[in-house]
């Protein structure tokens, strides 16, 4: 038996920020729950109301949207990867997810969380399994990408490098049809030379298994966001989310008033109200007349007011406003993030001013580009820890983005071709309506390079 505490020990930063993590990853999985959890009820909003427009209410998951657009931005062009393994490159996490599938799952925990892990693993074995065994059982090293919140607790030596971490793992033990699965919680302890995994059993924490680490490190690569916790910043995705959550809010209300004018709202005159009341209290059912002033019951005036049974509804002016207002926000939105490249003003935007932006955008995707190969670049290095025989690829990841104005770009284009010059310019202008091509759809290495060929021949039959 060992101490419980191994059990429920959680780092500093984890314990700071658990709460803000767990916040995005709901806005990005959105759902019912989600919109339960972030829906503000008035201050004078009865039940009723409140609990109809909780029935109501829909989710324009933002936070997702831009999460995934960043990493179809940052991974539209395929890395390259020379001497790589294929059947590794196709099938990198031993679930059935090649390297681009796993990189690109970091990617957007990185959008969402600014950190995330890499977890390069071995499947345990026993003996010397030869190499058609090993083969047959699939015996070699695979990586996949976790969340911060799965790694609760780590520690750094004095090299710089981890001296050990606690992985929070979970699993449902149901190999067995006839009987109902088990839900287990782990905790995986890793050091430079073992692993440890500890189950709650009976509400005792026991160690349920061990083995070797041969790699002689922690099997766990750290990616952050060096703007981010780098600098002990909070995160930008929360401000997406806390923008994303008014935009929830007001379009709930939004909808509400649409509600309010297709069915109106009852007025009645107070001697109807009274004698209404009275006659339900004489019957005993005093409780179904309808007395609270709100959007779902009957509002009572005196005589001298109007003394005449309607209904009212808002104008909406009010719906308009707010809708108007979310627009707003959605543009302010992009901003902060840096993905407005082309703004939905009427007002025309200087050359100087889409330049910048466009430089902004390529800028923030390089950069990530960056972060994404050297972290896939250290996994194959962990990978070939476990088993030598693995090569050592080369890796490269894109990091030329062509981000432009495509319909000036193309027009441009088309003037320039237009200057009668050597073979050399017009090479010079088949090979940038090339990028320009590869900006539109993805343009492979092999056509890249046949395309080129097509150029230089056409350039030179001139």
Excluded at 213 to 230: K, Q, S, W, Y
Excluded at 260 to 280: E, T
Aim: net charge negative.
């Amino acid at each position: 038996m060992v101490t419980n505490y191994i059990f429920y020990r959680k780092n500093a930063q984890y314990s700071a920020n658990e709460k803000r993590w767990r916040r995005s990853a709901e806005a990005y999985s959105g759902g019912r729950e989600y919109i339960e959890e972030a829906l503000i009820r008035h201050v004078s909003e009865i039940d009723v109301e409140f609990a109809e427009r909780r029935r109501r209410a829909y989710y324009f998951n933002y936070p997702r949207a831009i999460a995934r657009r960043i990493t179809q931005y940052a991974l539209s062009v395929e890395p390259v990867r020379r001497n790589a393994d294929a059947q590794l490159v196709e099938d990198w996490s031993r679930t059935g997810l090649r390297t681009n599938e796993v990189m690109r799952q970091l990617s957007t925990l990185l959008n969402v969380f600014g950190r995330a892990w890499l977890q390069v693993e071995m499947p345990c074995f026993s003996g010397n399994p030869t190499l058609l065994e090993a083969r047959e059982a699939r015996l070699r090293p695979y990586v996949r990408a976790l969340s911060p919140l799965d790694v609760v607790d780590w520690a750094y030596g004095g090299d710089g490098r981890l001296l050990w971490a606690l992985v929070a793992e979970e699993e449902w033990a149901n190999n067995d049809p006839f009987t109902p699965p088990v839900r287990r919680k782990r905790r995986r302890l890793y050091d430079r030379n073992s692993w440890r995994v500890f189950e709650n059993v009976s509400g005792n924490i026991v160690e349920s298994s061990s083995g070797v680490n041969p790699t002689g490190c922690v099997p766990l690569i750290p990616v952050t966001e060096p703007d981010g916790f780098g600098l002990t910043a909070n995160h930008w995705f929360e401000d997406v989310v806390r923008i994303s959550e008014a935009i929830l809010n007001n379009e709930s209300e939004a909808q509400m008033n649409t509600v309010k004018q297709m069915f109106g709202m009852l007025v009645v005159s107070d001697s109807f109200a009274r004698s209404a009341q009275k006659l339900a209290v004489r019957s005993g059912e005093s409780d179904n007349f309808a007395a609270t002033v709100a959007r779902s019951a009957a509002i009572v005036e005196t005589v001298e007011e109007k003394g005449i049974s309607r209904f009212i509804s808002p104008s909406g002016v009010e719906t308009d406003t707010i809708r108007e207002e979310n627009r707003y926000l959605k543009q302010e939105l992009y901003d902060v993030v840096g993905l407005a490249v082309q703004g939905n003003s009427k007002e025309a935007q200087s050359s100087e001013s889409k330049a910048w932006d466009f430089q902004n955008v390529s800028q923030f995707l390089a950069s990530r580009a960056e972060l994404l190969e050297q972290a896939e670049l250290d996994a194959w290095k962990l990978m070939r820890r476990y088993d030598l025989d693995l090569p050592l690829p080369e890796v490269h990841y894109n990091r030329r983005f062509a981000v432009t104005d495509l319909a000036a770009g193309i027009a441009g284009l088309l003037q320039l071709s237009e200057i009668p010059a050597g073979n050399g310019y017009r090479r010079a202008i088949g090979k940038t309506a090339l990028e320009l091509l590869g900006s539109i759809g993805h343009v492979g290495l092999q056509e890249k390079e046949n395309i080129i060929k097509e150029i230089e021949k056409e350039s030179n039959n001139e």
